[in-house]
Protein backbone atom coordinates (compact mmCIF):
# COMPACT_ATOMS: atom_id res chain seq x y z
CA UNK A 1 0.00 0.00 0.00
CA UNK A 2 1.25 3.72 -1.09
CA UNK A 3 -0.13 6.70 -1.14
CA UNK A 4 0.83 9.42 -4.01
CA UNK A 5 0.71 12.97 -2.22
CA UNK A 6 -3.19 11.91 -0.14
CA UNK A 7 -4.07 9.67 -2.88
CA UNK A 8 -4.54 5.81 -1.93
CA UNK A 9 -3.12 3.21 -4.29
CA UNK A 10 -2.26 -0.32 -4.26
CA UNK A 11 0.74 -1.87 -6.70
CA UNK A 12 3.13 -4.75 -6.05
CA UNK A 13 4.36 -5.71 -9.29
CA UNK A 14 5.49 -2.56 -10.86
CA UNK A 15 3.25 -2.89 -14.05
CA UNK A 16 -0.35 -1.87 -12.31
CA UNK A 17 -1.59 0.27 -9.56
CA UNK A 18 -5.15 -0.08 -7.76
CA UNK A 19 -6.36 3.16 -7.19
CA UNK A 20 -9.95 2.53 -5.40
CA UNK A 21 -12.88 5.14 -6.32
CA UNK A 22 -16.18 5.38 -5.78
CA UNK A 23 -17.66 5.08 -8.89
CA UNK A 24 -15.22 3.18 -11.43
CA UNK A 25 -17.55 3.64 -14.70
CA UNK A 26 -17.65 7.66 -13.94
CA UNK A 27 -13.75 7.17 -13.34
CA UNK A 28 -13.05 5.94 -16.44
CA UNK A 29 -14.80 8.22 -18.35
CA UNK A 30 -13.64 11.01 -16.53
CA UNK A 31 -10.18 10.42 -16.90
CA UNK A 32 -10.79 9.11 -20.88
CA UNK A 33 -11.87 12.80 -21.72
CA UNK A 34 -8.69 14.36 -20.21
CA UNK A 35 -6.89 11.39 -22.69
CA UNK A 36 -5.99 8.66 -19.87
CA UNK A 37 -7.04 5.58 -20.69
CA UNK A 38 -7.80 3.31 -17.59
CA UNK A 39 -9.55 0.05 -16.95
CA UNK A 40 -12.27 -0.71 -14.42
CA UNK A 41 -11.33 -2.88 -11.38
CA UNK A 42 -14.47 -5.14 -11.71
CA UNK A 43 -12.89 -6.59 -14.96
CA UNK A 44 -10.27 -7.97 -12.69
CA UNK A 45 -11.23 -8.78 -9.32
CA UNK A 46 -14.03 -10.91 -7.69
CA UNK A 47 -14.58 -9.54 -4.26
CA UNK A 48 -12.61 -6.19 -3.83
CA UNK A 49 -14.27 -2.65 -3.56
CA UNK A 50 -14.43 -0.13 -6.36
CA UNK A 51 -11.36 0.31 -7.95
CA UNK A 52 -9.51 1.73 -11.12
CA UNK A 53 -6.57 0.16 -13.13
CA UNK A 54 -3.59 1.80 -13.92
CA UNK A 55 -0.99 0.12 -16.19
CA UNK A 56 2.12 1.95 -14.95
CA UNK A 57 4.61 0.16 -16.52
CA UNK A 58 4.70 1.60 -20.06
CA UNK A 59 3.37 5.58 -18.53
CA UNK A 60 6.46 7.45 -19.69
CA UNK A 61 8.15 9.47 -16.87
CA UNK A 62 7.13 12.75 -17.79
CA UNK A 63 3.47 12.00 -17.70
CA UNK A 64 3.27 10.47 -14.40
CA UNK A 65 2.12 14.04 -12.49
CA UNK A 66 -0.08 15.01 -15.02
CA UNK A 67 -1.48 11.56 -15.07
CA UNK A 68 -1.59 11.23 -11.02
CA UNK A 69 -3.65 15.49 -10.78
CA UNK A 70 -6.25 13.74 -13.48
CA UNK A 71 -6.64 10.62 -10.89
CA UNK A 72 -6.76 12.74 -8.11
CA UNK A 73 -9.42 15.41 -9.78
CA UNK A 74 -11.75 12.37 -10.36
CA UNK A 75 -11.71 10.29 -7.51
CA UNK A 76 -12.21 13.44 -5.13
CA UNK A 77 -14.88 14.68 -7.13
CA UNK A 78 -18.42 14.02 -5.71
CA UNK A 79 -20.87 12.33 -8.22
CA UNK A 80 -23.62 14.11 -9.51
CA UNK A 81 -26.58 13.90 -7.85
CA UNK A 82 -29.67 12.53 -10.29
CA UNK A 83 -33.04 13.34 -9.32
Request: aromatic share 4%; net charge positive.
Given at each position: REALGD????GESGINVWI?????TRAVAALREDGIAVAPGALYRI???PA?????ATLPVGD???VAEAIK????VSPTRWY
Amino acid sequence: REALGDLESRGESGINVWIPVADETRAVAALREDGIAVAPGALYRIAAPPAIRVTTATLPVGDARRVAEAIKRVTTVSPTRWY
